[in-house]
């Protein structure tokens, strides 16, 4: 094997191409063979060192795998020294944990580490941060906040959030919200927009009044086919003229009874940087159709063509593209509804490293899929050539994640990767990368995976 330059870990980091050549690579090219699902001798001991400890299951490390110890999950602790940024940086903001992890200042984009989410119910300060714009507009008195429902309706309604409270039933639940993006670090070549691992997601308890209710009584006329969402907040540019977020749905999602105006958040009011004071949930769908700062429902004869809408804004290949394609969008792409079949390790980081001798791991986590439920959740410890099913939870309501957990064992001490995989009611799967790539990089869903050390 070749001299490196640079450690195995840091060439993962900056080029894993290179990485996976210097390791397996020549070392199959100078043995004159062709080296498949195989590690050893100095490409062995080179990832052995890297990941910290012996590779259990070795020969069954896929080829062009970068091991999940390379990567930087969580951001360094508040104590660090201030030096150049480099890699993750926490957030720091009013009312939210400094655990997560800031991806964009402007606008303001911050992700939850896996192992944050572990609750059943996300709490406030650990619900990730997604803006398009500006953050909007606070406002003194929350009560008189006007919403506006017009277009395909027989009476436009003028509504403010006391009216909102007061004249509707309002319903409590626990809905996830998740952004479109979630997953997005997964594609390669790497895709446009904010390089989300797994974290662009909440389970949280929202309070509102059901949107199909506001447009009964706004009563919707048979012409009625999308909705059209606005909020208020303004374009990064300041130009007044333009929307930083325009986006809606079909009348079907609209009028499904957990779709909400929603006006607290795990019992309290929503805090600004979330919506307040009132914002829509569209549970299971891309969370910009779950705009903030809600001013205006505009009921359409047509598909909305707002900010956000059309192109490859949020919309994903009807038909394989080749990865890294300058498209436009106009042929063979849909809107993205649904969001796909997703797992995730809740109780243990990547990168936790267990006593010697540990040989059994209670663990647990969350699945969720969009519109429909989660039928399953297996877990490997041997590079997928095995997978043992996880015990599943109840449901508080639809659009509620599954939580899951279950044990696993480890046959010896050294490095392990814990894969998670779930299915969901038709039946898919999430598959072992990243498929279906877009250049805006949406739907990404590949197995969760995290490094355990023993020893």
């Not at 910290?52 to 660090?80: D, K, N």
């Not at 899929?369 to 095995?386: I, K, N, P, W």
């Not at 599954?402 to 990767?417: A, H, K």
Request: positive net charge; charged residues 20%.
């Amino acid at each position: 094997m070749t001299k490196l330059e640079r450690s195995v870990g840091e060439l993962y980091r900056d080029d894993p191409a290179r990485a996976e050549a210097e390791i397996f690579g020549r070392r199959a090219e100078g043995r004159g063979a062709s080296r498949r699902g195989f590690l050893g001798g100095a490409g062995l001991a080179a990832m052995t060192a890297a990941v910290g400890g012996t590779i259990v299951y070795s020969e069954l490390l896929p080829e062009g795998l970068i091991p999940a110890a390379m990567a930087q999950t969580a951001p360094p602790p508040p104590a660090a020294p201030a030096a150049a940024p480099s890699g993750p940086q926490p957030l720091t903001y009013p009312g939210k944990s400094n655990g997560l992890i800031l991806l964009q200042d402007r606008p303001l984009v911050a992700e939850t580490p896996e192992h944050l989410l572990d609750d059943a119910t996300t709490p406030t300060d650990k619900f990730f941060v997604r803006n398009n714009g500006q953050i909007g507009p606070e406002t003194a008195n929350p009560d008189a906040h006007v919403v506006v429902i017009d277009g395909e309706v027989n009476t436009p309604l003028r509504l403010t959030v006391g009216e909102l409270k007061s004249r509707f039933r309002a319903v409590t639940y626990r809905l996830q919200l998740e952004c479109g993006g979630n997953g997005r670090a997964a594609f390669s070549p790497q895709a446009r927009g904010n390089q989300w691992g797994n974290g662009a997601i909440g389970c949280a308890e929202w309070t509102g009044v059901p949107l199909r209710d506001v447009l009964k009584a706004a009563g919707v006329k048979p012409s009625a086919v999308h909705t059209g969402y606005f909020g208020a907040d303004p374009h990064l540019s300041g130009d007044a003229s333009r929307q930083s977020i325009s986006r809606g749905t079909p009348m079907a999602k609209a009028m499904d009874r957990h779709t909400l105006v929603a006006f607290a958040m795990n019992g309290q009011p929503i805090p600004h940087i979330h919506g307040d004071p009132v914002r829509i949930i569209t549970p299971g769908w891309p969370g910009s159709t779950s705009p903030k700062w809600l001013t205006r429902v505009w009921v359409r004869d047509k598909v909305h063509d707002g900010a956000g809408m059309g192109g490859t804004s949020y919309r994903i290949p009807t038909v394989p593209i080749v990865p890294g394609s300058n498209v436009d969008g106009r042929e063979n792409f849909a809107d993205m509804h649904s969001m796909p079949v997703r797992s995730i390790l809740t109780s243990h980081a990547n990168g936790t490293k267990l006593a010697k001798g540990t040989r059994r791991l209670d663990i647990r986590g969350a699945a969720w899929a969009g519109d429909l439920d989660v039928r399953r959740v297996d877990v490997s410890v041997d590079f997928g050539q095995t997978w043992r099913p996880m015990r599943m939870s109840e449901l508080r309501n639809r659009y509620d994640w599954r939580r899951w957990s279950g044990t696993i064992e480890f046959p010896t001490d050294g490095y392990y990767e814990v894969w998670t995989r779930a299915q969901d009611r038709s039946g898919r799967y999430q598959p072992h990368v990243a498929a279906n790539w877009n250049p805006q990089g949406y739907g990404a869903n590949p197995f969760h995976r995290i490094a355990v050390l023993i020893g």
